[in-house]
């Protein structure tokens, strides 16, 4: 996808967090059977909880974990800014006052010229989608989220402050062309790495940019309409700490919590945001790790990613002794 910006869009650029957003993407989580690749299984409660009817029409409009396509707009509501339950009340707001227009048209989109499930398209019909899947949200962020929310909350904010200092000190520019490997910016051109090949100009377009948490490691943009966009990014959260031990005797501070990080799979340039290091000086230690075995990589699509191999882990598992 390729954006380009104009002078009063980039001025309207901001930062924030959104409740939704993590929502529903961590009810795509429980719809799966693998769990979140870090933050585990949501658990039977999160699963309950899909069985109510406004709850599961909504898991009906949701795209699967690790399938692009389009989810309707009306799933992805601009955060504004605030504390998080003013935040939250204000997307179900957004959600419920949907038109049902506009609520017909997303599900067209969301189902093309497959057929619409017959639950879905009785809740268009008589015009009730856009409240059901309001209240089927907040079902599911009180019985599934609710307690795991300030754990994701404090993630949230440590990634919108980090954001927040590099746009103070290097501009919009720098901030857009940092956020991830698929995000690049370029002369006023934002271009978003995917299968999708689409091509629009922003003019006086109130851009959001949104950390994700429960997302990970999935990039997403909404346009939403002529006057918003939203462009939600994987937020990269603090370094793990205290499981190097000794290790970092033999092979490095750097090199030692680097190899820590490689629970899941991550690529150079993620290992670089998180860990405060140059890329190349991160390539030079990745290389190490995997002539010595300890590491193992595998290409996605244009992303090279690595991850610790089954040696890495009894590494960094067992304690050293005599080192």
Same mark, same amino acid.
């Given at each position: 996808?390729?954006?380009?910006? #104009?002078?009063?869009?980039?001025?309207?650029?901001?930062?924030?967090?959104?409740?939704?957003?993590?929502?529903?993407?961590?009810?795509?989580?429980?719809?799966?059977?693998?769990?979140?690749?870090?933050?585990?299984?949501?658990?039977?409660?999160?699963?309950?909880?899909?069985?109510?009817?406004?709850?599961?029409?909504?898991?009906?409009?949701?795209?699967?974990?690790?399938?692009?396509?389009?989810?309707?707009?009306?799933?992805?509501?601009?955060?504004?800014?605030?504390?998080?339950?003013?935040?939250?009340?204000?997307?179900?707001?957004?959600?419920?006052?949907?038109?049902?227009?506009?609520?017909?048209?997303?599900?067209?989109?969301?189902?093309? !010229?497959?057929?619409?499930?017959?639950?879905?398209?009785?809740?268009?019909?008589?015009?009730?989608?856009?409240?059901?899947?309001?209240?089927?949200?907040?079902?599911?962020?009180?019985?599934?989220?609710?307690?795991?929310?300030?754990?994701? !909350?404090?993630?949230?904010?440590?990634?919108?402050?980090?954001?927040?200092?590099?746009?103070?000190?290097?501009?919009?520019?720098?901030?857009?062309?940092?956020?991830?490997?698929?995000?690049?910016?370029?002369?006023?051109?934002?271009?978003?790495?995917?299968?999708?090949?689409?091509?629009?100009?922003?003019? #006086?377009?109130?851009?959001?940019?949104?950390?994700?948490?429960?997302?990970?490691?999935?990039?997403?943009?909404?346009?939403? #309409?002529?006057?918003?966009?939203?462009?939600?990014?994987?937020?990269?959260?603090?370094?793990?700490?205290?499981?190097?031990?000794?290790?970092?005797?033999?092979?490095?501070?750097?090199?030692?919590?680097?190899?820590?990080?490689?629970?899941?799979?991550?690529?150079?340039?993620?290992?670089?945001?998180?860990?405060?290091?140059?890329?190349?000086?991160?390539?030079?230690?990745?290389?190490?790790?995997?002539?010595?075995?300890?590491?193992?990589?595998? !290409?996605?699509?244009?992303?090279?990613?690595?991850? !610790?191999?089954?040696?890495?882990?009894?590494?960094?598992?067992?304690?050293?002794?005599?080192?």
């Amino acid at each position: 996808m390729v954006a380009r910006l #104009d002078g009063l869009s980039l001025a309207r650029l901001r930062l924030a967090a959104s409740p939704v957003a993590e929502a529903t993407h961590w009810m795509r989580v429980a719809l799966t059977r693998s769990g979140h690749p870090v933050h585990g299984d949501p658990g039977p409660v999160a699963r309950a909880a899909l069985r109510h009817p406004d709850t599961a029409l909504v898991a009906q409009l949701l795209t699967p974990v690790g399938q692009p396509g389009y989810m309707p707009d009306l799933l992805t509501p601009k955060p504004e800014s605030g504390p998080s339950a003013t935040v939250l009340e204000r997307q179900f707001a957004a959600i419920a006052a949907t038109p049902a227009e506009q609520v017909a048209a997303q599900v067209a989109a969301r189902y093309g !010229r497959r057929p619409v499930p017959p639950t879905v398209r009785t809740a268009v019909a008589d015009g009730a989608l856009a409240t059901r899947v309001a209240a089927g949200l907040r079902r599911f962020w009180q019985e599934a989220l609710a307690d795991r929310w300030p754990q994701v !909350r404090t993630l949230l904010d440590a990634e919108l402050a980090e954001r927040a200092t590099r746009m103070a000190a290097g501009g919009v520019g720098s901030l857009l062309d940092d956020l991830h490997p698929t995000i690049h910016w370029t002369a006023g051109t934002l271009t978003v790495e995917s299968r999708f090949r689409t091509e629009t100009t922003l003019s #006086d377009t109130e851009v959001v940019v949104t950390p994700s948490v429960l997302a990970w490691p999935q990039v997403t943009v909404q346009l939403c #309409d002529a006057r918003d966009a939203v462009l939600t990014y994987p937020a990269a959260g603090p370094p793990p700490s205290g499981r190097r031990g000794r290790l970092g005797d033999l092979v490095g501070v750097s090199r030692a919590d680097i190899l820590a990080d490689l629970d899941v799979p991550r690529s150079t340039g993620e290992l670089s945001r998180r860990h405060h290091l140059a890329p190349a000086t991160v390539s030079y230690h990745l290389g190490v790790l995997l002539r010595s075995g300890l590491v193992r990589r595998r !290409r996605d699509r244009h992303l090279v990613l690595y991850q !610790r191999s089954t040696s890495g882990d009894s590494l960094v598992d067992r304690p050293l002794v005599g080192v």
